[in-house]
Nanobody
Framework: QVQLVESGGGLVQAGGSLRLSCAAS????????IGWYRQGPGKQRELVAT?????GTNYADSVLGRFTISRDKDTVNLQMNSLKPEDTAVYYC?????????????WGQGTQVTVSS
């Protein structure tokens, strides 16, 4: 069973920086991705950034150039710079792993990021 431990988040002024970390354990497939999604007030959950086991990364257009995801084994860090009030959301760590022809997804409990204007 995959378990996720999230850390980071908090309150910051616009233009500031925060760092989120997610440590995953129990991943068994070499085909996996770890990343962050977020859900703002009244919005649907959306992709922020992911890092695959193959070394690839993927970002939402809205965070390109401001956020950087890095991965060391099964821990990912999301460095968030130049934060904007619209980045305010609950951020969720996600693990997506593929075993044979089945994809499994796991979610963290979420951490609040609030950016004040």
């Amino acid at each position: 069973q995959v378990q996720l431990v999230e850390s980071g988040g908090g309150l910051v002024q616009a233009g500031g920086s925060l760092r989120l970390s997610c440590a995953a354990s129990g991943i068994t497939s070499i085909f996996n991705a770890i990343g962050w999604y977020r859900q703002g007030p009244g919005k649907q959950r959306e992709l922020v950034a992911t890092a695959s086991s193959g070394g690839g990364t993927n970002y939402a257009d809205s965070v390109l150039g401001r956020f950087t995801i890095s991965r060391d084994k099964d821990t990912v860090n999301l460095q968030m710079n130049s934060l904007k009030p619209e980045d305010t959301a609950v951020y969720y760590c996600n693990v997506n792993e593929r075993r044979w022809d089945t994809t499994y997804e796991y979610w963290g409990q979420g951490t609040q990021v609030t950016v004040s204007s």
